[in-house]
């Protein structure tokens, strides 16, 4: 199955120039969904976009719903080591035999549209769509409450925007897939708002002024209700504990958010409350800003028939991880695995790890690959606020950068660097600059963190 499915385009590992875009549309998803007896319209759904975020938004929400009692499914792209992680019920993901049993039942589907698309000189449905149409056939037979779904790449013409959601979220923009998206904030966010649907409202977590007026254009268009964060609900954070001296310690958070009013959660007494405190278990600030915007999102779905109460967000809040989200997965040296793949995420992430601290005994190390439409240099500047040392690499796959581009692409002045072929050699040469005492951070690339968690569970399982 996963070299049938590999052998399909696929928009997330790279095209030829042109590809993509002249591929990418809802048509053919359409189609398939119409073909299977339209799976996705059998559970209601909670969409979300945004270009950081996005993930830990749908992880935080699907664990509130899951702590009100709900069956939930949730959807996320991309998977970090196996493909299964990407359609959960229940926060387990989906067994293999389950995989492989939807993929059989979408597979006549898929083959019938290849063969028409054939006849046209056209494609059949990409990767992408056959496995969203693969996690919709799955949920629809699962009995859920509620599916809270992840957009791939954008959202007005992603695999995923057939569904007429209870409500969308959009989190945080910047400027990624700037080829597909728009080369601007404000375009950026015009795509990614192409999720809200008529009449259904929408929680915004965007900051930036061009991407609020984006949203904005678009609920008003679509005479949607938009709560936006800073404006219709706010929250502020505080660190849980104190980093220890000499101890490398991401910090956690505990957030308060003044809720507006038509999201209210009811608590023990099933009065509605009007602000929410709850300590954040993916550790980090920016996890504060995902955890308000999931909160409110939970508020909302009280009146569409999901009432969550302030009790079961304080616990959905505190449990949800994902991998390669600030993941700690050694200790000697600490070596800490983050998916950081654009220039937001990259400052969030390094404000975490200095935040984190770490032991006087060793350095501070960064294992860095890129795609090639990244905005390396200004991720490896970034990167400089924190590193001492930088090892350059890469990743199997079209998309990868060459790292000895990426070394010209170290400003003047910054941490010495180096290059080494591949991420095994990159990971034991990371171990070796860093030292027991020291810190090893593996980002730029979803496809670096899968490869370096590969090679750290084969030695454990030696």
Same mark, same amino acid.
């Given at each position: 199955?996963?070299?049938?499915?590999?052998?399909?385009?696929?928009?997330?590992?790279?095209?030829?120039?042109?590809?993509?875009?002249?591929?990418?549309?809802?048509?053919?998803?359409?189609?398939?969904?119409?073909?299977?007896?339209?799976?996705?319209?059998?559970?209601?759904?909670?969409?979300?976009?945004?270009?950081?975020?996005?993930?830990?938004?749908?992880?935080?929400?699907?664990?509130m719903?899951?702590?009100?009692?709900?069956?939930?499914?949730?959807?996320?792209?991309?998977?970090?080591?196996?493909?299964?992680?990407r359609?959960?019920?229940?926060?387990?993901?989906?067994?293999?035999?389950?995989?492989?049993?939807?993929?059989?039942?979408?597979?006549?589907?898929?083959?019938?549209?290849?063969?028409?698309?054939?006849?046209?000189g056209?494609?059949?449905?990409?990767?992408?769509?056959?496995?969203?149409?693969?996690?919709f056939?799955?949920?629809?037979?699962?009995s859920?409450?509620?599916?809270?779904?992840?957009?791939?790449?954008?959202?007005?013409?992603?695999?995923?925007?057939?569904?007429?959601?209870l409500?969308?979220?959009?989190?945080?923009?910047?400027?990624?897939?700037?080829?597909?998206?728009?080369?601007?904030v404000?375009?950026?966010?015009?795509?990614?708002?192409?999720?809200?649907?008529?009449?259904?409202?929408v929680?915004?977590?965007?900051?930036?002024?061009a991407?609020?007026?984006?949203?904005?254009?678009?609920?008003?268009?679509?005479?949607?209700?938009?709560?936006?964060?800073?404006?219709?609900?706010?929250?502020?954070c505080?660190?849980?504990?104190?980093?220890?001296?000499?101890?490398?310690s991401?910090?956690?958070?505990?957030?308060?958010?003044?809720?507006?009013l038509? &999201? !209210? $959660?009811?608590?023990?007494? /099933?009065?509605? *409350? @009007?602000?929410?405190?709850?300590?954040? #278990?993916?550790? =980090?600030?920016?996890?504060?800003?995902?955890?308000?915007?999931?909160?409110?999102? &939970? !508020? $909302?779905?009280?009146?569409? /028939?999901?009432p *969550? @109460?302030?009790?079961?967000?304080?616990? #959905?809040?505190? =449990?949800?991880?994902?991998?390669?989200?600030?993941?700690q997965?050694?200790?000697?040296?600490?070596?800490?695995?983050d998916?950081?793949?654009?220039?937001?995420?990259?400052?969030?992430?390094?404000?975490?790890?200095?935040?984190?601290?770490?032991?006087?005994?060793?350095?501070?190390?960064?294992?860095?690959?890129?795609?090639?439409?990244?905005?390396?240099?200004?991720?490896?500047?970034?990167?400089?606020?924190?590193?001492?040392?930088?090892?350059?690499?890469?990743?199997?796959?079209?998309?990868?950068?060459?790292?000895?581009?990426?070394l010209?692409?170290?400003?003047?002045?910054?941490?010495?660097?180096?290059?080494?072929?591949?991420?095994?050699?990159?990971?034991?040469?990371?171990?070796q600059?860093?030292?027991?005492?020291?810190?090893?951070?593996?980002?730029?690339?979803?496809?670096?963190?899968s490869?370096?968690?590969?090679?750290?569970?084969a030695?454990?399982?030696?």
């Amino acid at each position: 199955m996963i070299e049938w499915l590999d052998s399909r385009e696929n928009h997330e590992h790279g095209q030829e120039p042109g590809a993509a875009r002249s591929s990418w549309g809802l048509g053919r998803m359409r189609r398939l969904l119409q073909l299977l007896g339209s799976p996705h319209a059998a559970v209601p759904v909670v969409h979300v976009a945004g270009t950081k975020g996005k993930g830990s938004t749908v992880a935080m929400l699907a664990a509130m719903l899951r702590a009100s009692g709900y069956r939930e499914g949730c959807y996320l792209s991309p998977h970090v080591e196996r493909v299964e992680e990407r359609i959960c019920v229940g926060g387990r993901p989906i067994p293999s035999r389950d995989l492989v049993q939807a993929w059989q039942r979408v597979l006549p589907a898929v083959e019938s549209m290849d063969r028409s698309a054939a006849r046209r000189g056209g494609k059949g449905p990409t990767w992408f769509e056959i496995m969203t149409a693969m996690a919709f056939d799955h949920f629809a037979r699962q009995s859920l409450a509620v599916v809270v779904l992840e957009t791939g790449l954008g959202g007005r013409l992603d695999a995923t925007n057939v569904v007429r959601p209870l409500l969308s979220v959009i989190t945080s923009i910047g400027l990624d897939h700037m080829d597909l998206l728009g080369r601007t904030v404000g375009r950026i966010a015009t795509e990614k708002a192409g999720i809200i649907k008529r009449s259904r409202p929408v929680v915004s977590g965007a900051v930036q002024p061009a991407a609020r007026r984006s949203i904005r254009e678009v609920a008003t268009a679509r005479r949607s209700r938009l709560l936006e964060i800073g404006r219709d609900f706010s929250y502020r954070c505080r660190p849980v504990a104190e980093i220890a001296k000499n101890r490398f310690s991401p910090r956690q958070y505990e957030v308060e958010v003044r809720l507006p009013l038509e &999201a !209210g $959660l009811p608590d023990a007494g /099933g009065r509605e *409350v @009007s602000r929410l405190r709850a300590v954040v #278990g993916m550790p =980090g600030r920016h996890q504060a800003a995902n955890a308000a915007v999931a909160i409110v999102a &939970a !508020g $909302l779905l009280g009146p569409l /028939g999901f009432p *969550v @109460s302030a009790a079961a967000c304080r616990r #959905g809040l505190a =449990g949800p991880r994902l991998p390669a989200r600030m993941e700690q997965v050694a200790v000697k040296p600490v070596i800490v695995i983050d998916a950081a793949h654009n220039t937001a995420s990259m400052q969030a992430l390094v404000a975490t790890l200095i935040e984190a601290g770490g032991s006087r005994s060793g350095r501070r190390v960064l294992l860095f690959a890129a795609s090639r439409d990244k905005p390396a240099a200004e991720m490896l500047a970034e990167a400089a606020r924190w590193a001492e040392r930088i090892v350059l690499t890469g990743y199997a796959g079209r998309r990868a950068s060459d790292p000895r581009r990426l070394l010209e692409a170290i400003a003047a002045g910054g941490p010495p660097a180096e290059v080494v072929e591949n991420s095994a050699e990159g990971l034991h040469r990371a171990r070796q600059l860093a030292g027991a005492g020291g810190v090893v951070c593996v980002a730029g690339s979803f496809f670096l963190a899968s490869e370096v968690r590969g090679l750290l569970e084969a030695v454990e399982e030696r």
